[in-house]
């Protein structure tokens, strides 16, 4: 059996994820992501992403070049993605249809694209297949897919598993070990545990948070955070903002959860956070949704935040911003591009880090200098990540015990604390750890 592992998208930023990997003449391509700060600028000079065609969107950077497996096209029987994550998802409507073979996803996932092809006005001709975590799929004679449960900073996560006659290969992009979440049931350890006994031939693994000397804690530290800042302040009569990511539906209901305490109506405002939350709403995974009021489209938005001005009391106000991205509802407010207001001493909570890019880290500074200069108490960093750090990676790796390890989700910087932690336990770099680039192959059998 021959095996290569095409590194497309990934291995050169934080983003446009994308892997190909061909077991013999067989192909699967592992998520199909966007590099959001490209999409992000898009969003500044106010440009649609589907204006864009999938070429011009490979030319600026915002989507995965995959020419680089043009020679495996007529290969590949599946697209399989490991979550609903922009990074992880989001060029899919854009490059799937070149490929005559059906996506594969959890029902959540599937749900996200959907909502994603009908906001974009795109149909794509591959089928969408749905596996719930925990479950197994033959997709050739040579390949068993499997979805692993594990934790990250959305709903229904997946360790993708690819199993063959002489072992497995394991994708781990992005994950957690969260043995307390809020939403969803703990990792599957005892799973991953069975496939290592079998042999895995390679682990493609997230390397954002490999150089940071911790455990990422809980979801649960980040509920205490947030329950000290909502109900431990003195916010009588001031307006209270939270923002975090639309697909961190945990935090949300985090949030939802104080709010009620507070005794006020939540609103959610933003196109993004109506998308993920009522995906999660229609497939049961959440019951919060029906005690929320979303609202999307600027005119709508507007007019709920005319009544929030008169009755900043009454409300918690989730809304989109957290990156500081342009055009985004908190980032209209604090411009004073809004019927909204703010007062001295009202409240904003960055329920988030920054993503650590120039563009966000910029977009951010600027963010909260404008809300600065309004008097607002800002609380930020009331976050935990949906990111290993690098002692998770190094249960993970004594757990699977891979014959290879491939870095990946970073630049060079965040690949090569991955790779040395992977020569701390005995591999070998260029050997046994492998630290590629985009649009690199590599035959490891």
């Known amino acids: 059996m021959k095996i290569e592992i095409c590194t497309i998208g990934g291995y050169s930023e934080v983003g446009k994820n994308m892997t190909a990997i061909k077991i013999d003449n067989d192909v699967v391509i592992l998520d199909m992501g966007f590099y959001m700060p490209k999409v992000v600028s898009l969003s500044e000079e106010e440009t649609a992403v589907s204006e864009f065609s999938r070429d011009e969107l490979i030319g600026i950077g915002a989507a995965p070049d ?51 092809f009908f906001d974009e006005g795109i149909k794509i001709r ?118 975090t990511f639309a697909s961190h539906i945990a935090r949300l209901k985090s949030i939802v959860d104080f709010a009620k305490m507070m005794n006020r109506k939540i609103v959610f405002l933003g196109r993004s956070l109506g998308k993920y939350t009522n995906v999660a709403q229609k497939l049961n995974l959440i019951s919060f949704g029906r005690e929320v009021e979303i609202y999307s489209g600027r005119r709508k938005v507007d007019e709920k935040l005319k009544d929030i001005n008169r009755n900043r009391e009454k409300y918690v106000v989730v809304c989109t911003g957290n990156q500081g991205e342009p055009n985004s509802t908190l980032c209209r407010v604090a411009y004073n591009e809004t019927p909204f207001k703010f007062g001295i001493e009202d409240q904003v909570i960055f329920s988030c880090k920054t993503i650590p890019d120039p563009v966000n880290t910029a977009n951010r500074a600027m963010l909260e200098d404008k809300l600065e200069k309004q008097n607002v108490r800002i609380f930020k960093d009331i976050h935990v990540s949906g990111h290993a750090a690098r002692e998770d990676h190094r249960d993970f790796i004594h757990l699977l015990k891979p014959q290879h390890i491939i870095p990946a989700h970073g630049d060079v910087t965040k690949l090569t604390a991955m790779a040395e932690l992977a020569t701390e336990l005995g591999y070998v770099l260029g050997e046994t750890v492998h630290i590629t680039r985009d649009g690199q192959k590599m035959e490891i059998i």
């Open 66 to 116: 995959d020419s680089v497996i043009s020679e495996w096209e007529g290969c590949v029987r599946a697209i399989i993605l490991s979550h609903a994550h922009l990074d992880h998802i989001g060029a899919v409507p854009y490059l799937a249809s070149k490929y005559r073979c059906p996506i594969f996803a959890t029902p959540y996932t599937i749900g996200v694209l959907k909502s994603l």
């Open 126 to 243: 591959n089928h969408l297949k749905q596996i719930n975590p925990n479950s197994r799929i033959r997709i050739s004679n040579n390949i068993v897919l499997e979805f692993i449960n594990i934790t990250h900073s959305t709903l229904q996560t997946v360790v993708i598993a690819l199993h063959t006659k002489i072992g497995s290969i394991i994708y781990a992009n992005d994950y957690k070990f969260d043995n307390h979440p809020i939403v969803g049931k703990r990792p599957n350890y005892k799973r991953l545990g069975e496939i290592s006994k079998r042999g895995v031939i390679a682990l493609i693994t997230d390397s954002l948070y490999s150089d940071k000397r911790m455990k990422t804690p809980s979801e649960k530290v980040a509920r205490e955070m947030l329950k000290d800042v909502m109900l431990g302040t003195n916010n009588t009569g001031k307006a209270v903002f939270v923002t």
